[in-house]
């Protein structure tokens, strides 16, 4: 069996799109010869609502793993990097957190 393709969700709401999603997605199209909605053997590119990390956008997930920040010029790089990153289990999200929530603002 075959590698699975990486899943890319680009955050298309309004925040994001302010940020630059669009520059983000056409940069993707352009790398990978999809259009949102479309995939083949090595990707699988959509957009997704709102991701939750606004201030940071425009937003992705990437196989799952949340990329803030993306940038049309190293968008494929932040792809590949996140492609190869585990994702956190529950545990780890909760204790995350837990560690952000107690720490001194």
Known sequence: MGKKPTIVRVCQDCSCIENGAEAVV?????ETGLTLGEKNKQYDLDYSVCLGGCDFGPNML?????????????????????????????QEKEANLDKFLNEEL
């Open 62 to 90: 990437v196989n799952g793993n949340f990329v803030m920040g993306a940038q049309p010029d190293k968008v494929m790089e932040q792809i590949e990097k996140a492609a190869e990153t585990k994702p956190l289990t529950q």
């Open 26 to 30: 056409k940069k993707i199209e352009d």
